[in-house]
């Protein structure tokens, strides 16, 4: 299996149990590298403090770079974070763009982006233009939206990564789950082509 989609894979299972509880964000650590030692990674979150993360044995790196909004097309799997502006609307906040062939998240639940946020995983439909950007529908299996997509929003693709890009002073983005003993652990690191920030 493809690193990226080793990681996509198992960003599913870290949802899953989250997911179905529909009330909070799923777990994620945002933030920017402090440390690597081995599997351990250390990274001090927008907030100001440290987390230490038990990576996986088997830990990938995903590397999220920007591609233009034509890659959002009728038939893609994309995941987007959005400001609700109606009980079916949403105006997006950013736009990732899975490989083809990965469904990961399906649905529509609350994030941790900004305050109010929420989280769009499914098939796009129909896309039109509009002075303003894109406007496109988003199925999912218990539903189905109408996402505004604003012209200069961060839109990525996912893309393999070494670990070598895993350095003290780069942004990252982590699913995480809390393990038996209390620990965070993670699959894999989320980082920003040329060390730019994960968008979600």
Known sequence: MRPVV???VAVVAAC????????????????????LAGDTLTVRTRGGHTE???LARNWSVTVLKPVPVSAIRPGSFIGTAEMPQGSDTGRSLEVHVFPPGV??????????LRKGSMMT?????????????RELTVTYP??????????GIPIVEFTNGDRSL???GIPAFLIVARAPGGELTSAGIAIGEHGAKPPM
Do not use: M
């Not at 899953?16 to 440390?35: F, M």
């Not at 218990?142 to 012209?151: C, F, L, M, T, Y």
């Open 142 to 151: 218990s539903g189905e939206r109408h996402i505004v997509v604003p012209k």
């Open 6 to 8: 080793r990681l996509l």
């Open 121 to 133: 995983n499914g098939t796009v439909g129909q896309v039109t233009r509009s002075p303003n950007g």
């Open 16 to 35: 899953a149990p989250l997911l179905s509880l529909a009330q909070a964000p799923p777990g994620v650590v945002r933030g920017t590298i402090v440390a």
């Open 166 to 168: 895993v350095k003290p």
């Open 103 to 112: 469904k990961a998240g399906e649905g529509h639940y609350p994030w941790s």
């Open 52 to 54: 230490t993360i038990a």
